[in-house]
């Protein structure tokens, strides 16, 4: 994880000019009346949790750490996360979330990963979206180890119908070790050797630079720059970053 780069090329991503904001792609979806309503899967790899319309024309694809607070800027009000949701939400965008869990073993502690198993768990009871917009309402800061078990079983009851034996014994024995290594390694893959930062977002297949993710925190730009994605997937493509 690195600190926020201004981006200076935003100028040259704003000449995608905007073309109007209906749908583009031959497939339209009628939309979703609330995150609750998103469809969401485990991927075929394993390890990347899937949301939104899986018919979607375009794709998002975000690198976390549930300790990261840069995560956290983008997941609230003023950062990119609500335009996100919103073009889930119309059928604009499908998502795929990597989880990664680097910061226990640089700050020291497991909340990222207990965090990780805990989303891996409400993705079983179809509560991933819910849940995952709680834990970044409540991040605790990042130095303090705080995701624990008590904590992330007392936040989930804040997710109607997710508390329950399945889910609270998954939480307690750490049920899905397995993917939060799987999903840790997946996030260091993705950019060796470490990875490449939390948050980076990845659209249509081309990673937005961890230098120039300013735009990730600003909801207004973020929300123009995926209109325009939408509208000229082509230009995307052609548009030095």
């Known amino acids: 994880m690195g600190r926020r780069g201004r981006w200076a090329a935003l100028c040259a991503v704003g000449a995608l000019l905007l073309t109007g904001c209906g749908p583009r792609g031959a497939h339209a979806s009628a939309g979703y009346a609330g995150a609750e309503q998103l469809p969401e899967r485990l991927g075929e790899d394993g390890v990347t949790i899937e949301v939104g319309d899986p018919q979607a024309d375009m794709t998002v694809h975000l690198y976390e750490d549930p300790r990261c607070p840069y995560c956290e800027e983008f997941e609230t009000v003023t950062g990119g996360g609500p335009a996100l949701l919103g073009a889930m939400l119309d059928g604009r965008a499908r998502t795929g979330y990597t989880m990664a869990s680097f910061l226990d073993d640089r700050l020291g502690g497991s909340g990222s990963k207990k965090a990780v ?120 493509k052609r548009t030095p970053l």
């Open 117 to 236: 198993n805990a989303l891996r768990a409400a993705l079983e009871q179809g509560k991933f979206v819910e849940y995952h917009k709680v834990l970044y309402d409540n991040q605790p800061e990042e130095s303090v180890d705080g995701f624990t078990d008590a904590v992330l079983l007392d936040l989930a009851a804040q997710v109607e119908g997710l508390r329950g034996p399945a889910f609270d014994t998954a939480v307690r024995t750490m049920k899905y070790r397995s993917f939060v290594t799987a999903a840790q390694q997946a996030y260091e893959a993705a950019k060796a050797p470490r990875g490449p930062g939390t948050p980076t977002a990845v659209i249509n297949g081309r990673m937005i630079p961890m230098e120039r993710n300013a735009v990730l925190f600003d909801g207004g730009a973020f929300a123009r720059l995926l209109q325009e994605i939408y509208n000229k997937p082509s230009e995307w």
